[in-house]
Each structure stands twice: as C-alpha cells, then as structure tokens.
T-cell receptor, first 114, second 114 residues
Framework: DVKVTQSSRYLVKRTGEKVFLECVQDMDHENMFWYRQDPGLGLRLIYFSYDVKMKEKGDIPEGYSVSREKKERFSLILESASTNQTSMYLC?????????????FGEGSWLTVV | KNQVEQSPQSLIILEGKNCTLQCNYTVSPFSNLRWYKQDTGRGPVSLTIMTFSENTKSNGRYTATLDADTKQSSLHITASQLSDSASYICVVSVFTGGGNKLTFGTGTQLKVEL
C-alpha cells in the first residue's frame, strides 16, 4: 500500500515562529502536493512539486515556501507563522501521468498558531 | 471560474438505508472526476476515478455515476453502515499546460445512525 506520512499530527506554534511540516512518501511518486483544508472552503493547493528541486505555486502560496531535496520528501515551510495559517495541512503524492492517477493523502497535520 | 458544488451539505440516514450524494461542476476542459471519503481527523481516501467516457464505476457498496453532458456526478451508497459516516468530497480535474489541476468540492457530511 502507498504510504504518505506526515511527521507531525498536531502542532501549536507562536506567531512569528518558523514552522516546518514534513511529508514522506514511499512509492517513488514524482508528484507531491501540499494543501490546506478549512471548514467550508474545501482543499486549497499551496504548492506542488513534479520532481526533485522543482516546485510550482498553487492557488494560495503566499506566506509559504517548500523544499524538495529528495524525491520521497516534500517539506512545507511557514517562514513567519500567523494566526490565519491555523489550519489542517494535507500532503499528497501521485505518479506523473495525465490520466486518472490516484492521489494519495497523508493523515494531515493540525497546526494552531497562537 | 471553475467550481465544484456538492449537495446536500449534510445528511443523516439510518443504518442499512441507501443514499445518494450529488456533485455539479463547471470546470473545463474536463479530465476526470474523483470521489474521496474523509473520516473525521484523517486524510481523504480515494473511492473512484472516472474519465469523461465512463458513466459509472463501483467500489464495493459505493457506485459513482457521471454525466459529462450535464456536468453532474452522483455517489450512491448502498446498505449504509456506521463506518460510512464521513465527509465525501467530489474532485474534478482539468487539463492544463502543466498537467491536471484539481478543483475540490466542500464535501457532504454523512452521518449514519442506528
């Protein structure tokens, strides 16, 4: 089974702190994604990566950056956390194909910024 | 603007009963449509993926239908179980120059009661 592992399930950080959310997948997928999920808004794409060291902005990249130094690992970075970044963050991965590739999600990281 | 709208927002049914969830979309050009199940506090799990040429696909007690002409999809759950209580998310994929872009609905919250 494909496994997408998010290292931190629950975090509480202070405003202005730098926050790292780590994600690892074990199926050699080319694509990796970071989403945030907020009530009533659905999942929104922050950044995605289709290869090592490659990254593309999603719909809401402001306040975030990402790093993909190894194929299996995709990190989301909040340079200076703010309260409006309190949310559930979901990492996902998939094969590189334009057909109906399944996207596998991690279990989510609940971030509270106080 | 590409949109995916789901109805109802929430639904309560008795165990053993059937139910149907709806998804209407306006995204274009259409690539595929997915249904995900998301248990509370967990990441979404894929149920079905359908391209425009497929009008029905089943996964156990879950059957998804797609009418690409009217841009509507439904997810039918047969003989519901308590474990079906979850949020069901419709996701539509569009072709872009860089691959597929996903647009997420906000989900239908299903509760199955005894």
């Amino acid at each position: 089974d494909v496994k997408v592992t998010q290292s931190s399930r629950y975090l509480v950080k202070r405003t202005g702190e730098k926050v790292f959310l780590e994600c690892v997948q074990d199926m050699d997928h080319e694509n990796m994604f970071w989403y945030r999920q907020d009530p009533g808004l659905g999942l929104r794409l922050i950044y995605f990566s289709y290869d090592v060291k490659m990254k593309e902005k999603g719909d809401i990249p402001e306040g975030y950056s990402v790093s993909r130094e190894k194929k299996e690992r995709f990190s989301l970075i909040l340079e200076s956390a703010s309260t409006n970044q309190t949310s559930m963050y979901l990492c996902a991965s998939s094969l590189w194909t334009n057909s109906g590739n399944t996207i596998y999600f991690g279990e989510g990281s609940w971030l509270t910024v106080v | 603007k590409n949109q995916v709208e789901q109805s109802p927002q929430s639904l309560i049914i008795l165990e053993g009963k059937n139910c149907t969830l709806q998804c209407n979309y306006t995204v274009s050009p259409f690539s595929n449509l997915r249904w995900y199940k998301q248990d509370t506090g967990r990441g979404p799990v894929s149920l079905t993926i359908m391209t425009f040429s497929e009008n029905t696909k089943s996964n156990g007690r879950y059957t998804a239908t797609l009418d690409a002409d009217t841009k509507q999809s439904s997810l039918h759950i047969t003989a519901s179980q308590l474990s079906d209580s979850a949020s069901y998310i419709c996701v539509v994929s569009v072709f872009t120059g860089g691959g597929n872009k996903l647009t997420f609905g906000t989900g239908t919250q299903l509760k199955v009661e005894l």
